[in-house]
């Protein structure tokens, strides 16, 4: 077995390498094949409505049943557009962002005892990464 540097081993210990390695496993799980995914079924109405009907479509397409996320599209979609790229890149970085709140909150749930944080990266980070 490969016995690593005491430097390398320090940093992965350390709180500041949990994001590192979540956003690492991101782009492993996501980016080698973000050119050949596209926009899928349930993006394209999405996709329609901020097109043609702009915010206000949005805030009444999720008006009855998720109005946070109308709120969300409305500021990202004009981000977004139609880039299948851009759908893509958005998808993984709401990912790390899950996989980072995941890790926060377990941070909060055990504050004195942080060997459940400081581990490498659980199985439910790991889910919200991928």
């Given amino acids: 077995m490969m016995k690593l540097p005491k430097q390398i081993l320090a940093f992965l210990s ?5 994001p590192l ?5 991101c782009a492993a799980a996501y980016a080698p094949g973000i ?10 109405p999405l996709t329609w409505i901020s097109q043609n009907l702009g915010n206000a479509g949005l805030a009444q397409y999720f008006s009855t049943n998720r109005p946070v996320w109308g709120l969300l599209y409305q500021l990202t979609m004009p981000v977004i557009g139609v880039s299948p ?3 893509q890149a958005f998808a993984i970085l ?3 962002l899950a996989a980072l709140a995941c890790w926060t909150l377990i941070r909060q749930v055990w504050p004195a005892r942080r060997w459940p944080a400081l581990q490498p990266p659980s ?6 990464a991928c």
């Fill in 21 to 25: 390695i979540l956003a690492v496993v």
């Fill in 35 to 44: 050119r050949w995914m596209g926009i899928y079924w349930d993006d394209w």
């Fill in 85 to 87: 790229l851009a759908w």
């Fill in 123 to 128: 199985g439910a980070q790991i889910s919200f």
């Fill in 14 to 18: 350390a709180d500041r390498a949990v």
């Fill in 94 to 96: 709401a990912r790390l």
